[in-house]
């Protein structure tokens, strides 16, 4: 299917501390005359970009459902800031860049996220930290519940595959060209298994590993001795927890949300990956639409 032309795409002001900065964003379908809740895709990382949730936008068409996708800043189309120090990269500083967001669509009262992979964190620390009014629905795709289960996954499915595909990986952010060339090789059977890569898919990547990619938040401690596991009684609203059968977040890391979350629906793609959105989309967007329509 292709993806949607945006209604709009632009760039927004976000206020932080003393400091003015970009995020820059794209919408799909109608955010005038909706009548549906927008739905605001949250992309993973940290330190990616919004190119590989395109298919999301999907639901502007088919389930008539505004659809927003931004680069968080730091990352791809929005103001970079490689001089800050590790301490500066937050959960908190995310949250506030998606309240800016939602108030400068005037969208507060009633809207829907979908948060992906690290996205999925933001999403649920956004609802346990701010008890957000107007949020409905909250969709976790192929997140993680604490970093250690994250952590323990990652090193459980390396081991299946070749050494200097080990090595490289181990070397980390320390190597960014050899950890991205076998970075690559292990998402092609744990990541998004279409294949060639979608170009989004790559474009996201790229704006990290790429020849003139920026892996200052890629590179940050966000997500040390993280976990949510403890707070999920916090989350108020309906959720959908996604995962793959091949996926990174195996269903021990997505397995907490389903425990811990009072109204909450559990759904394994049995042929994906990390994003079943490429690699079942339509079967991915008629379950999305149908649970936000709840």
Known sequence: MATTKPSAEGTIDFPYNGETFQTYYKVFGDLNNRTRSPLIALHGGPGLSHDYL????????????????????????????KDKPPTFWTVDLFIDELVNLLNHFNISDSFDLLGHSWGGILGSEFEVRRQPAGLKHLILSD???????????????????????QEG????????????????????????????????????????????????????????????????????????????RKDIAQDFVVK??????????????????????????????????????L
């Not at 990290?208 to 990619?213: D, S, T």
């Not at 793609?269 to 329509?293: C, I, Q, W």
Request: glycine share 6%; charged share 20%.
């Open 169 to 244: 990986l181990g070397a980390g952010m320390k190597d960014p060209a050899k950890f991205w060339a076998a970075l690559q090789e292990f998402h092609k059977v744990y990541g998004c298994t279409v294949k060639p890569f979608p170009q989004e898919y790559l474009d996201s990547m790229l704006w990290v590993f790429g020849p003139n990619g920026d892996p200052t938040v890629a590179g940050a401690p966000i997500l040390k001795d993280w976990t949510i596991i403890d707070r999920l009684n916090l989350v108020r609203v309906p959720a959908f927890v996604i995962n793959g």
């Open 54 to 81: 395109l298919p999301i936008s999907d639901l502007a068409t088919t389930a008539n459902i505004p659809v927003i996708l931004y680069d968080q800043i730091g990352n791809a189309r929005s103001t970079h800031l």
């Open 143 to 165: 997140s993680l519940a604490a970093s250690a289960l994250w952590n323990k996954s990652n090193m459980e499915l390396m081991q299946s595959m070749p050494k200097e595909v």
């Open 256 to 293: 907490p949300f389903f425990d811990g979350i009072k109204k909450v629906k559990w759904v394994t793609f049995e042929n994906s990956s990390h994003t079943p959105f490429f690699e079942e989309r339509e079967k991915y967007m008629k379950l999305v639409g149908d649970f936000l329509a």
